[in-house]
C-alpha cells in the first residue's frame, strides 16, 4: 500500500515513484497528469512553497471535498495547490486577480490596501517578518501578508482531528490547546471539542517516531492524571500541563511525555508515523541482531555458544574471568568482570551486554539507522577518544564507540544528585573536566550542571602503576589546593580526578588513563598518505628502542609500526594521530 503525493490517498494498486527524491504517484492519478503543470508559478509570490496549477480539480477525486480558501467556492475552475501543504487550495483567478483593496475582520477601523515592498515587514497576525506582498493600513501601522490574508473559514484535516475547525478572529492573545504556547488574533476553534488553537497546529501530526524514545508518541490535547505519575516533560524537564496538548507514549505504563515545541524542533529527530502498526513491523525488520548462530543453549534459554560477527571462532558464554583481572572486553575496552562470551582457542572476550548488541538500530541522538561496526580503531566524535574495539556508524555521518553508545539521554550519574538530560544546544563547559562541548551535552533542569560523553563514559576505576588498589573515580575535592601524584603539577580540586581512600592518592584522569586508554595491541589503523603506503598496528610499547619515522626521536611510548614484515616503518601513535 503507497501513498501518493497527488491526491494523499493510499491504495493497493500500481505506482510510478521517482527513486531520486521518493516522489510517487498511482496509475490513477497519473493518467490526469495533463491537468497539472508543475513549473507555472503565480504572478504573486505568497508562499513559502512551489505551487502547481492543477486545471481541472474536478477530475480528482479528493479535491471535491474542497473549496478555495479566497472565495469560498468550490474548486471547478483551475487552482493553484501546494504539495507540501496540502490546505492550500486557491483558485488561479482568485490569486492572479486579488483585489487592491479589501475589508479585513482582524482590522475594523479601516480598509487594507494592497502593496509591495522588498524589505521586511512585520505581520500583525502571524507576528512573522515578510517580504513582497502584503496588505497594509498606512495610517495605523498595521501589516498583514497575502497568506494570512488568505485564511480559509475552515479548516479539516482528518489525520489529526475528526472536526473541522473554523475560523476564530481575537482582538488580543490566547493558549493554543495543542501546543499551551501563546498565540495572537487568528485562531481555530474545533465547535464540538471546544478546543481553540494556531493555524499551523491544525495539522500537528498525530502519530511520531522521536528518536529518543523506543516507541511511537500520540499528541493528544489533554491527558488524564491516571495515566501519568511523572509530568515533567523528557526533553526540557519542565512541567507539561495535562489540560493542554502534548506528545504521550500509549505503552501501557510507560510514562514518556513531552511538549509539542519540544518533540518537534528538529525535524531530525523524528518521523511521521501513518499507522503505528505499520511503524513496528518496520521497526521489528530493521533491528538485527549482531550473533550470527547460537550453536548452544541452557536450560534457561541462554545462548551459551554462538558465532559472532566480530570473531571467526565460536564464543562461549561464563560467569566471570577468575584469572587476569586486567583483561579487558574487546567490544568496549572496559575491564571484564562477570558474565562474558570469550574464545577457547584465542584471546579475545566480550561482555555479555556487548555480545548483545543489534547490528542495526536506531540510536537516540538521530533518527537514522545506526550500524555496528568492528575494524581497526577510529576516534569517537562524542567522547573525542581514539578507540578500538565497537563503533556505531550513524547514518553514514557519525562514528560513535560503544561506551557513547550506551548512553540513554535521560541519565543518573553519580557525581550528580539530579537526573541529566541530553541537550543539542547546550555549548556550556562540562563540569567534569572544564572542556566547551561543541555537540551538545548532558545537563541538569534544576541547577547549572553539565556534562558531556568524555565524563560520562570515563571508566569507573583504573589501575595505575604508582598505587598497588584500584584507584577510583572521584567528584568532589574539599580542599583548596590539590595536587596530581602522577604529573605532580596542580590539580583543579572542582573537576573530576582518580583516587585511592586507602593511599591518599590522587591524580588526574587523563595521566591515569593515559593518552589512548581504549585501544588494544594489534588494532589496524588504516591511514595512508605520501611517506607511508600501507596499515598500520597500534602497540603500547616498542622494542629495542627505534627511532620515529617521523619526529626522529626514540620511541619509548605508543606506536604504530606497519604490519608488512618487510617495511620499517615505525612512529609514535601521537605523531601520526596528530598530524592527519
Given amino acids: 500500500m503507497i ?5 494523499k490517498e493510499k491504495r493497493n494498486m500500481f505506482f510510478y515513484e521517482c527513486r531520486a527524491c521518493y516522489f510517487s504517484i498511482d496509475i490513477k492519478c497519473a493518467y490526469l497528469s495533463s491537468s497539472y503543470k508543475f513549473n507555472q508559478q503565480p504572478k504573486l509570490d505568497i508562499h513559502q512553497h512551489p505551487l502547481t496549477v492543477i486545471e481541472s480539480p474536478m477530475a480528482i477525486d479528493v479535491l471535491r471535498r474542497f473549496n478555495c480558501f479566497w472565495c469560498h467556492e468550490p474548486l471547478i475552475d483551475a487552482i493553484y495547490f501546494c504539495f507540501d501543504c496540502p490546505s492550500f487550495i486557491i483558485h488561479k483567478k482568485c490569486l492572479d486577480e486579488l483585489p487592491p483593496k479589501i475589508d479585513h475582520p482582524s482590522h475594523h477601523k479601516h480598509p487594507l490596501f494592497f502593496n509591495h515592498s522588498d524589505s521586511d515587514r512585520f505581520c500583525n497576525l502571524c507576528q512573522k517578518e515578510h517580504s513582497r506582498h502584503f496588505y497594509c493600513c498606512s495610517l495605523c501601522h498595521f501589516n498583514i501578508n497575502l497568506e494570512c490574508a488568505l485564511l480559509r473559514s475552515i479548516i479539516e484535516d482528518k489525520r489529526s482531528h475528526q472536526h473541522p475547525f473554523s475560523l476564530l478572529w481575537r482582538q488580543g492573545s490566547f493558549i493554543c490547546d495543542a501546543c499551551d504556547t501563546e498565540g495572537n488574533y487568528i485562531s481555530y476553534i474545533c465547535l464540538k471539542c471546544y478546543i481553540v488553537i494556531h493555524k499551523k497546529c491544525i495539522s500537528l501530526p498525530r502519530i511520531i517516531k522521536f528518536s529518543r524514545h523506543d516507541h511511537c508518541i500520540f499528541h493528544k490535547y489533554f491527558l488524564q492524571t491516571q495515566e501519568l505519575t511523572e509530568q515533567d516533560c523528557k526533553i526540557c524537564f519542565k512541567e507539561v500541563k495535562l489540560d493542554r496538548g502534548s506528545y504521550s507514549c500509549g505503552k501501557t505504563g510507560c510514562n514518556y511525555v513531552v511538549h509539542v515545541n519540544c518533540v518537534l524542533e528538529d525535524d531530525r529527530l523524528y518521523e511521521v508515523i501513518e499507522e503505528e502498526k505499520q511503524y513496528e513491523e518496520l521497526y521489528e525488520k530493521s533491528i538485527q541482531s549482531s550473533i550470527t548462530h547460537v550453536i548452544e543453549v541452557n536450560e534457561a534459554g541462554e545462548a551459551t555458544k554462538i558465532e559472532h560477527f566480530s570473531h571467526q571462532h565460536c564464543l562461549v558464554l561464563a560467569d566471570k574471568m ?11 575496552m572496559l575491564f571484564i ?6 574464545c577457547s582457542e584465542c584471546p579475545f572476550f566480550l561482555h555479555k551486554t556487548c555480545t548483545e548488541l543489534p547490528k542495526i538500530k536506531t540510536h537516540w541522538f538521530r533518527q537514522w539507522q545506526a550500524t555496528l561496526n568492528f575494524e581497526g580503531f577510529k576516534q569517537c566524535e562524542f567522547c573525542a577518544q581514539y578507540c578500538s574495539g565497537f563503533f556505531y556508524n550513524i547514518g553514514g555521518a557519525w562514528d560513535m564507540c560503544i561506551r557513547c553508545a550506551k548512553v540513554a539521554d535521560i541519565i543518573k550519574c553519580e557525581g550528580h544528585q539530579h537526573f541529566l538530560f541530553y541537550d543539542f544546544k547546550c555549548n556550556e563547559k562540562c563540569n567534569g573536566c ?9 545537563r541538569c533542569g534544576k541547577c547549572k550542571f553539565t556534562l558531556g560523553f568524555g565524563c560520562l563514559t570515563l571508566p569507573h576505576s583504573a589501575l595505575h602503576k604508582i598505587d598497588q588498589h584500584m584507584l577510583n573515580l572521584t567528584y568532589h575535592d574539599d580542599r583548596e589546593q590539590s595536587y596530581c601524584d602522577i604529573c605532580e603539577q596542580e590539580r583543579d580540586p572542582r573537576l573530576w580526578y582518580y583516587s585511592c581512600s586507602n593511599c591518599d592518592t590522587s591524580a588526574h584522569t587523563e595521566c591515569v588513563l593515559g593518552q589512548f586508554p581504549f585501544l588494544k595491541d594489534g588494532s589496524t589503523f588504516s591511514h595512508y598518505d605520501h611517506k607511508h603506503r600501507h596499515d598500520l598496528e597500534f602497540f603500547r610499547k616498542a622494542e629495542g628502542y627505534p627511532r620515529c619515522s617521523y619526529c626522529g626521536k626514540l620511541c619509548q611510548e605508543e606506536i604504530l609500526k606497519c604490519k608488512k614484515s618487510t617495511c620499517n616503518y615505525i612512529v609514535h601513535c601521537k605523531c601520526q594521530i596528530y598530524q592527519v
Wanted: glycine share 10%; hydrophobic share 30%; net charge negative.
Fill in 322 to 332: 577468575e584469572e587476569e583481572i586486567d583483561r579487558k572486553c574487546d567490544g568496549c
Fill in 337 to 342: 568482570s562477570t558474565f562474558i562470551y570469550y
Fill in 434 to 442: 572544564g572542556t566547551n562541548n561543541d555537540i551538545g551535552a548532558f
Fill in 3 to 7: 501513498m501518493t503525493w497527488l491526491c
